[in-house]
């Protein structure tokens, strides 16, 4: 495991590698995040492993990935499309373009395609407030959206 | 740098003047220019700037930290965004100046997982600063007296971090949710160390504060507020984006200004703001009227208002964070019955049980989130009656079962 801060080091004790730092346990969230970046999801032998490697119980590892809803305990898409449904982008036609995603997915908000490619959710606001119908595309912000323009969006990821 | 224009944050100023301008003045000397400022707080809560970062500097402690909260969650809002995108320096600036005048050498910015793709920007300008020693000081003797470093964390998706306690505890690595208070941040804060939280935009005003000095940034805005506020402007309007105004600007005003026909209402402060109806569009923004964080929100005629109240009571229900009771109980009883009233199904006599419900939360609810939540609600329904019919029948059902 790669420290997650240059304040980080890694030190073996009784054969086991852990993270130390002044203050070990604020590096949870980092770690949790990292981990749902790069699986798409924290596991619970992941949970099992973090809490370890912190010295706390992985029920608070559960409690933290719980509470944050970009942490998930289930596998997401490759790619994550997430459809701002705020008042100003419902003012400017936001559900047409989830439901335009649901068709070109061919699945609702909330779910993921069965290729593990997509998982389309709806949001509240990201900020985009004045380039409305706008999504968030992993981690790209990306406004001025029309029904029109999903397929291309998914073309585009498919080729990433 | 896009030049953009207005009376405070995006009027002219050289990179990191005003932090070297601090240091040749003594700490006590920057708090003190900070406080005859007037400044308070842009997240919207408008507390006192100076006494904030007075109380921490007052309290005896080993460390202290400096925390800005870019979580940026309040629907409608932008303004942050694009502080951090266009003028990052002037926000770390405000950081190290308030880090020099309390004594703290150490910055967290908690920005919110939604703006992740600003990173790089952000990571680049604080390498900049780290390699040029912009945030550090040396006596004559050539040994370091202060040096400020600012390291990045990210939210995850959770609107209530933006609540200062809420976001201690996600930066400590727990759970987002609030704690009581007091004991205040100032004392206790993160890891327990006295710890000050400010807006974005508070630490981008602070550098132009100490340069040109708290008279003239008192000259602008109002005698209650002083100096200026984003606002971040959407809905049914020409020109959406964000605006730097004076305190004391009228929603008449803004509307002209972003070309906004035919409105019928203004959602000021996002889903914990209130509504304001037409007749009184000659309002301020301003902490003594309407107070907010900057979120301005343009309804036309043609735009239900009650569809608007249910939509900001959505998103609480999906946001409580559930610890306390009020809140996660008063929210889905409030959105029952919006959605009653959206279908005539009303009675008066229930709307007056949600009212006081209403009123309870408000005053019950442990942290901001609930005491505002059930606030657009509240001015919907007290200032849009023609936009909903009471059902005539007298309603068996009852808000509360007991
Ligand atoms: C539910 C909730 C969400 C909040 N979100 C934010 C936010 O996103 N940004 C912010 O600066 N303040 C937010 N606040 C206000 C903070 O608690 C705190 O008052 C503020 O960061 C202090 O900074 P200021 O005095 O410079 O405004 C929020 C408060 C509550 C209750
Ligand atoms: S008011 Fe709501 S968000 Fe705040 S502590 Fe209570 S349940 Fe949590
Ligand atoms: S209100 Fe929708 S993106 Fe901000």
Redesign the interface.
Known sequence: MKPV?AAEKIIEKNGRKIVVCD?T??????I??DRQDRRGYISDKDMQNIADLLGIHPVEVY??VT?????STEKKGKHVIRVS????N??KGSEKVVRAFEKALKIKAGETTGDRQFTLER??????????PAI?VD???VGNVKPGMVKKIIGDLRKR | MPRRQGPVIFSGIERYAAFKKALEMDRSAVLGEVKDSNIRGRGGAGFPVGLKWGLAASVQAEKRFVVCNAD???????K??LLLTEYPALVFEGMAIAGFAIGANKGFLYL??????LIPVLEKELSEIRKEGAFSKKDITGKKAFDFDI?I???????VCGEETALIE????????PRNRPPFPVNTG??GYPTIVNNVETFAAVPHIILKGAGWFKSIGTEISSGSKLI?????CEK???YEVPFGITLREILKMTGAGDTKAV?VG??SGTCVPKREFSRKIAFEDLSTGG?V?I?SRK?NML??AE??LR?FE??S?GQCTPCREGVPVLLEGVEKLRKGECSGKYLDDLLSLAETMQCASKCGLGQSAPNAFVSIVEKFKNEYKLSKKRGKERVFNG
């Open positions: 801060c203050d346990r604020s590096r949870l969230l980092p949790l995040q409690s933290v509470f944050y809803s970009f942490l449904n705020c008042i100003s419902v003012m949001t509240g606001c990201i900020g985009m407030c004045d380039k409305a968030m981690t790209e912000l | 940026e969650g309040e629907p409608g809002t932008f942050d965004k919110r997982g939604e703006y992740r793709g390291e964390r990210l939210g995850s998706g959770a609107y996600s930066l400590e690595g727990n759970r987002g949710e993160f890891l971040s402007v959407s809905g049914d959406p984006g964000v959602q996002g889903a979120s929100i309804f735009r569809e608007a939509n900001f998103f999906e946001e964070c």
